[in-house]
């Protein structure tokens, strides 16, 4: 782990104790009888090829943010976000730093076909398995948690499990210089998760170094046209978005709005 004394640091300890108990409780071959497991997997890669669009999160509470909206259920936020016209969905699952949960993977999916993200802390392939039992077409890996040989490992052990993988950096070194091909999607995390700090600047920065065989997403702390239109002139195709639409009364309302503003995306 790179970053002990901070709350990311916190964060990857909790959630390695936590999957290691669950290791010991449901077995992969548990996780691979379950019914979604069998799904056929609906490719975010592809529906970004097709066009520009917006990966909508349902997001409840962070770190950062004690309450953003936690009156809403994922069904209606999901099925607002489908509505409106997201390019895909985002889910939180982690339960002890942002208030989600696998049941919430569960009811996303049972309410849209978006291409569905499990955004968690992997630490362990058994979460890409789990992911998929529960419904996911892709995961989340970071940069800033993993090493090099890690993310690889992990992309390929995703591609075997028939799963897409968006990966996350926030700073140069996060990037392998040899990425594995089941990594379709470069994500750029505005916010330093061990500061909170956000700044567009570092999707800007960043993007040179994205292979231009893959979709960069530019992540975090997103609200306005002018800010997804500025960075689409930067390369990016795709905006992972949670608190500037859950912060609404109608996240779905809300993105429709974005969509329909910005020149970037309609
Ligand atoms: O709510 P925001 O600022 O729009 O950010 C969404 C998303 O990028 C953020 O939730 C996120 C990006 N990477 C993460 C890693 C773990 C947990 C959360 C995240």
């Known amino acids: 782990m790179r970053y002990p004394d901070t709350i990311l640091g916190k964060i990857v300890a909790d959630k390695e104790r936590e999957i290691a108990s669950k290791k010991s409780l449901i077995s992969l071959t548990s996780l691979r009888d379950r019914p979604l497991y069998q799904r056929p997997r609906v490719s975010v890669v592809e529906a970004f090829k097709a066009q520009?669009?917006?990966?909508?999160?349902?997001?409840?509470?962070?770190?950062?943010?004690?309450?953003?909206?936690?009156?809403l259920s994922v069904q209606e936020v999901a099925a607002g976000y489908e509505k409106a016209g997201a390019r895909a969905l985002s889910v939180l699952t982690d339960g002890k730093y942002f208030g989600g949960s696998l049941e919430d993977l569960l009811l996303a999916r049972a309410s849209c076909s978006l291409p569905l993200l499990r955004k968690d802390f992997v630490v362990d392939t058994y979460q890409i398995t789990e992911a998929k039992a529960y419904g996911a077409d892709f995961v989340l890996l970071i940069g800033s948690v993993l090493e090099h040989h890690e993310i690889n490992e992990f992309a390929a052990y995703a591609q075997e499990e028939d799963m897409e993988v968006l990966?996350?950096?926030?700073?140069?070194?996060?990037?392998?210089?040899?990425?594995?091909?089941?990594?379709?999607?470069?994500?750029?995390n505005n916010r330093d998760l061990r500061t909170f700090e956000v700044s567009l600047e570092t999707s800007k920065r960043l993007s040179k170094l994205i292979p231009n065989n893959r979709?960069?997403?530019s992540e975090s702390g997103l609200s306005s046209k002018e800010e997804i239109d500025d960075l689409a002139s930067h390369g990016f195709r795709g905006f992972l978005i949670g608190e500037g639409l859950m912060k609404n009364q109608a996240p779905g309302e809300r993105l429709r709005q974005l969509i329909q503003e910005s020149k970037s995306l309609s």
């Open 52 to 71: 520009a669009g917006i990966i909508a999160e349902h997001k409840r509470r962070s770190p950062s943010r004690p309450s953003i909206n936690q009156g």
């Open 167 to 188: 990966l996350e950096i926030h700073q140069e070194d996060e990037l392998p210089a040899d990425l594995h091909p089941g990594i379709g999607l470069v994500g750029v």
């Open 215 to 217: 979709i960069c997403i």
